[in-house]
């Protein structure tokens, strides 16, 4: 299983990125695709995550209204639009997978994770 990451970058406070999840190795029938990010000296942080199985999607408080993720499971390839980014934000994003029903932000429930891309959002 393989995730790959891509799509971060430094950006002013107010613009978008929009990060991109490449996944390998795994069907995605019953998986969930998530979005954490890690701040400095701070836990990791679930932001967002879709089911394959019913298309549903979490957000966190912290970023409904802000940001949206989608999928192309054609392309096995996530997204992240992150608009009106704020200082805030600034942290390595990092996507993961589950092959099991869980849609949520408990990053133990994760098995396999990606590299993480580095979100800078300059004020």
């Known amino acids: 299983v393989q995730l790959q990451a891509s799509g971060g970058g430094l950006v002013e406070a107010g613009e978008s990125l929009t990060l991109s999840c490449l996944v390998s190795?795994?069907?995605?029938?019953?998986?969930?695709i998530g979005w954490f990010r890690q701040a400095p000296e701070m836990g990791r942080e679930g932001v967002s995550c879709?089911?394959?199985?019913?298309?549903?999607?979490y957000y966190a408080d912290s970023v409904k209204g802000r940001f949206t993720m989608s999928s192309d499971f054609a392309k096995n390839t996530v997204y992240l639009q992150m608009n009106s980014l704020k200082p805030e934000d600034t942290a390595v994003f990092y996507c993961t997978t589950v092959g099991r029903r869980y849609l949520g932000a408990y990053y133990w429930k994760y098995d396999y994770w990606g590299q993480g891309t580095q979100v800078t959002v300059s004020s």
């Open positions: 190795g795994f069907t995605f029938d019953d998986h969930t």
């Open positions: 879709i089911s394959a199985n019913n298309g549903k999607i």
